[in-house]
């Protein structure tokens, strides 16, 4: 085999999915030339996101659907893909239909940087006009709200995580057991959601205080908008059950259903399934079809 010079292109072909051109340098040892070991902007907002592979091809396909229909299912191979975290570049930057669409999926970041050494910074918010001027001119610019300074600071930014909105009135439905007999309890509770967590709290007890019901709260977190996973705990008087909750999301955020694992009213670890719908009926009958497909348990 004749030996190739170094440090010369050798790799310039156009994946089969995309029909982008990727070109890659060779190294040394006949490998790919990187950032060295400083992990690149890119790969520290991707895990920022929880993003696998799979996750990232979603994403692009969705921004894509707003940015150039022609992009949809153009995204790099897997391969290519790793070479971008590790900062695998020849000329610096991809190729033109792929900054398009990255700078799109991180809004506020440009190409250069998203390849560049991450030092954990993040792009500057737009300032508002006229607030400098109030500031030189000695004008009182009012603080930030409590509210606002809960705001994740990629959000002031104007990186939005791209999260689906689950915020608002669900109805939460249980199958639980109280002396070997099945219960099902439905309660409504309210989801705010900031970023991929979401603090979820009862506004009704489903069942009576004999049967067992009472008013928990919990948090979930969002994982690469398909999974939560989160704990429970009651909120009311003597009760001290307390959990941990496991949901698969609906591919349209419609509806949500798992198990839940959990301390019973008698210190008995417990577990069965779990759902959360827009509409009572929605949330039952989600319970209703994993009993029946999964034998009742």
């Not at 996750?55 to 229909?69: G, H, P």
């Not at 603080?143 to 990186?159: K, Q, V």
């Not at 909105?165 to 309660?187: M, P």
């Amino acid at each position: 085999m004749t030996e190739t010079p170094r440090n010369k292109v050798l790799l310039k072909k156009t994946h089969p999915s995309s029909g982008v051109c990727w070109a890659g340098r060779s190294g040394r040892q006949g490998g790919w030339i990187g950032m060295g070991e400083q992990a690149v902007a890119l790969k520290a907002l991707i895990r920022q996101r929880h993003m696998s592979y799979e996750a990232f091809c979603r994403e692009w396909d969705r921004v894509a659907k707003s940015l150039d229909d022609a992009l949809v299912g153009h995204y790099p191979g897997r391969a290519q893909y790793y070479r971008w975290l590790r900062g695998d570049l020849s000329h610096k930057r991809p190729y033109p239909d792929a900054c398009r669409m990255l700078e799109a999926i991180f809004p506020g970041w440009s190409v250069e940087g998203l390849f560049s050494p991450y030092t954990g910074e993040i792009p500057q918010p737009v300032v508002p006009p006229g607030t400098a001027e109030m500031v030189a001119l000695g004008v009182k610019v009012p603080p930030l709200s409590s509210e606002a300074l809960r705001i994740p600071p990629s959000e002031l930014a104007g990186m939005p995580s791209h999260a689906i909105d689950l915020s608002g009135e669900w109805w939460a439905s249980w199958q639980t057991f109280r002396d070997g007999v099945e219960k099902i309890a439905t309660q409504q509770v309210e989801c705010k959601q900031s970023s991929d967590l979401i603090q979820v709290a009862t506004t009704t007890h489903g069942l009576s205080i004999e049967e067992g019901g009472y008013h928990w709260s919990g948090e979930l977190r969002l994982w690469d908008n398909e999974i939560l996973m989160g704990w429970y705990a009651a909120g009311e008087g003597p009760v001290r059950s307390k959990g941990t909750i496991y949901f698969a999301l609906h591919p349209h955020g419609l509806q949500m259903a798992g198990r839940w694992v959990g301390l019973g009213y008698d210190d008995r670890i417990m577990t069965g399934w779990g759902s959360m719908a827009k509409t009572r009926e929605s949330a039952e009958a989600v319970i209703d079809r994993l009993n029946h497909s999964h034998g009742g348990y």
